[in-house]
């Protein structure tokens, strides 16, 4: 899913950022936890397609994971320029949980759909999925859910 914002966003957006060595996920969702844009890129192209995202989006915090690589790409984000805000977030368990939600976004169709979940094979990486949780567990400290 790559959408472009709408014409009418104003509100800031939230980046969210599940670092990795290889490749990152990454998200970005409004505070009224609408979904504009979620992606997988590899390790060495995500500070290009960060610069794209903020020349469409209104993007004023960057929720990160904190386990791996995260210091190091907190140090490397916080040298962009004008810097949005960059908070961590723990990242436990979020790869267990993007896989149950993977399943919710995109539910198999047809005979697999009769496949026991726990037997499903993800067809592509979910690091993107993991970036959506990311945002959604920030958002939630900040309103007690």
Avoid: H
């Avoid at 609408?34 to 989006?57: D, H, P």
């Avoid at 904190?66 to 004008?82: F, R």
């Avoid at 908070?87 to 896989?99: G, H, I, K, N, S």
């Avoid at 979910?126 to 309103?143: C, H, K, P, Q």
Wanted: a negative charge; one cysteine or more; glycine letters at 6%.
């Amino acid at each position: 899913m790559s959408e472009s914002p709408p014409s009418s966003l104003s509100q800031p957006v939230i980046l969210g950022f599940d670092p990795g060595r290889q490749k990152c996920g990454l998200a970005i969702m409004g505070l009224d936890r609408v979904l504009y844009y979620q992606q997988v890129v590899a390790a060495s192209g995500v500070i290009e397609e960060i610069a794209t995202l903020r020349q469409k989006f209104p993007i004023s915090m960057i929720v990160l994971g904190d386990q791996t690589a995260s210091q190091g790409w907190k140090d490397t984000l916080s040298q962009l320029p004008d810097s949005p805000r960059i908070m961590l977030v723990d990242e436990r368990y979020t790869t267990l949980e993007a896989r149950d939600r993977y399943w919710q976004m995109y539910p198999p169709s047809g005979l697999a759909g009769l496949v026991p979940q726990s037997l499903r094979t993800i067809p592509r990486p979910i690091d993107d999925v993991v970036a959506i949780l990311l945002i959604e567990r920030y958002l939630n400290r900040l309103t007690g859910d």
